[in-house]
Protein backbone atom coordinates (compact mmCIF):
# COMPACT_ATOMS: atom_id res chain seq x y z
CA UNK A 1 0.00 0.00 0.00
CA UNK A 2 2.67 2.16 0.37
CA UNK A 3 4.60 1.65 -2.70
CA UNK A 4 1.28 2.79 -4.05
CA UNK A 5 0.10 5.59 -2.22
CA UNK A 6 4.27 6.95 -3.32
CA UNK A 7 3.71 6.17 -6.42
CA UNK A 8 0.84 7.99 -6.98
CA UNK A 9 2.37 10.68 -4.89
CA UNK A 10 5.45 10.82 -7.12
CA UNK A 11 3.15 11.19 -10.43
CA UNK A 12 1.37 13.96 -8.81
CA UNK A 13 4.38 16.11 -7.62
CA UNK A 14 5.63 15.94 -11.24
CA UNK A 15 2.09 16.65 -12.89
CA UNK A 16 2.03 20.08 -10.58
CA UNK A 17 5.68 20.71 -11.08
CA UNK A 18 5.32 20.56 -15.11
CA UNK A 19 2.17 22.30 -14.96
CA UNK A 20 3.81 25.26 -12.92
CA UNK A 21 6.70 25.12 -15.36
CA UNK A 22 4.52 25.25 -18.37
CA UNK A 23 2.54 28.74 -17.06
CA UNK A 24 5.85 30.20 -16.42
CA UNK A 25 7.15 29.52 -19.70
CA UNK A 26 3.81 30.27 -21.51
CA UNK A 27 3.45 33.52 -19.58
CA UNK A 28 6.93 34.34 -20.04
CA UNK A 29 7.42 33.64 -24.38
CA UNK A 30 4.37 31.75 -25.41
CA UNK A 31 3.95 28.67 -26.81
CA UNK A 32 1.60 28.86 -29.20
CA UNK A 33 1.94 29.60 -32.48
CA UNK A 34 -0.70 32.47 -33.85
CA UNK A 35 -2.96 31.52 -36.65
CA UNK A 36 -1.20 33.12 -39.66
CA UNK A 37 1.92 31.68 -38.32
CA UNK A 38 0.09 28.35 -37.80
CA UNK A 39 -0.96 28.62 -41.26
CA UNK A 40 2.34 29.58 -42.62
CA UNK A 41 4.10 26.34 -40.80
CA UNK A 42 6.21 26.30 -38.10
CA UNK A 43 9.23 26.04 -40.19
CA UNK A 44 8.89 29.23 -41.49
CA UNK A 45 7.95 31.20 -38.48
CA UNK A 46 9.91 29.83 -36.14
CA UNK A 47 12.75 28.69 -38.03
CA UNK A 48 12.68 31.10 -40.93
CA UNK A 49 13.59 28.35 -43.42
CA UNK A 50 11.19 26.30 -45.70
CA UNK A 51 9.97 22.66 -45.51
CA UNK A 52 10.71 22.21 -49.24
CA UNK A 53 13.06 23.84 -51.52
CA UNK A 54 11.70 25.29 -54.40
CA UNK A 55 13.83 26.55 -57.37
Known amino acids: ?3 IIGSVAGVLVAF ?3 MIVYGVINAISGLRLTDEEEFNGADVSIH ?3 AT ?3
Do not use: D, P, Y
Request: proline share 0%.
Open 1 to 3: MSQ
Open 16 to 18: VGG
Open 48 to 50: RIG
Open 53 to 55: SVE
